[in-house]
């Protein structure tokens, strides 16, 4: 069975410093999808990065981007310049290529102070 | 732009009573899901499905049951909340397909509360 795991209950920084989440897997699969949700205190999830197993480049999306460690099943997010708005729950999840489902790792709450 | 709506943010029920939450998305997606958010245990899958009228537990289905009448709509039902219950609850729907239509929209999330 696939399982997640995010190993840091809670983190905090300052304002403008960068920060790094921890997210691992565990799969059979050879093909299959890596996501970190943003869940901010108005709940609303949001899709921060997601990354294909296939593709060796990591994501990036503007001030987030991914360390993919395929090998040692791995994906970490880092945040650069973070900003209060980042402030939130952070979950990492994964989807095989052979069912719908996402398996959702426990989440990380992280908390930017100014 | 993309939308899944819940109908209600927060609600406050009596135990045995029968429960509906409705979710709708606009978004022709094939896949819907419900969730459960509780603290320090992630997002726990109740059911899904795939296609109208068709159903598939997830992880902590006893209790609950869903209807997907409409493509557009998924329902859940509580049949007899319990204190148990009182939880965040979240829907999501997402393409059928792989690649890059894997991404799940969400809700914005039901508190319901049990009393």
């Known amino acids: 069975a696939q399982t997640v795991t995010q190993s840091q209950p809670e983190m905090s920084v300052q304002e403008a410093e960068t920060v790094t989440l921890s997210c691992t897997y565990d799969?059979?699969?050879?093909?299959?999808?890596l996501f970190w949700y943003k869940q901010p205190p108005s709940r609303q999830m949001i899709l921060v990065i997601r990354?294909?197993?296939?593709k060796q480049q990591n994501a990036t999306e503007n001030r987030f981007s991914v360390n993919f460690q395929k090998a040692a099943k791995s994906f970490s997010l880092k945040i650069s310049d973070s900003q209060l708005g980042d402030t939130a729950m952070y979950f990492c999840?994964?989807?095989?290529?052979?069912?719908?489902?996402?398996?959702w790792g426990a989440g990380t709450k992280l908390i930017i102070k100014p | 732009d993309v939308k899944v709506t819940q109908s209600s943010r927060y609600l406050v029920k009596r135990t045995g009573e029968k429960v509906f939450l409705e979710c709708v998305q606009d978004?022709?997606?094939?896949?819907m899901f419900w969730y459960r958010q509780d603290p320090g245990l992630g997002l726990r899958l109740i059911y899904f499905?795939?296609?109208?009228?068709?159903?598939e537990k997830g992880d902590i289905p006893e209790g609950y049951s869903v209807s997907r009448e409409k493509k557009e709509r998924f329902s859940l039902i509580l049949e007899s909340a319990s204190t148990n219950q009182t939880s965040m609850y979240l829907c999501?729907?997402?393409?059928?397909?792989?690649?890059?239509?894997?991404?799940?929209?969400f809700g914005q999330g039901t508190r319901l509360t049990v009393v």
């Open positions: 999840a994964f989807r095989g290529d052979s069912n719908y489902q996402l398996i």
């Open positions: 499905s795939y296609d109208v009228k068709m159903k």
């Open positions: 999501a729907s997402s393409l059928i397909g792989g690649g890059e239509n894997t991404e799940a929209f």
């Open positions: 978004m022709d997606h094939e896949n």
């Open positions: 799969t059979s699969e050879s093909n299959y999808y």
């Open positions: 990354q294909e197993a296939y």
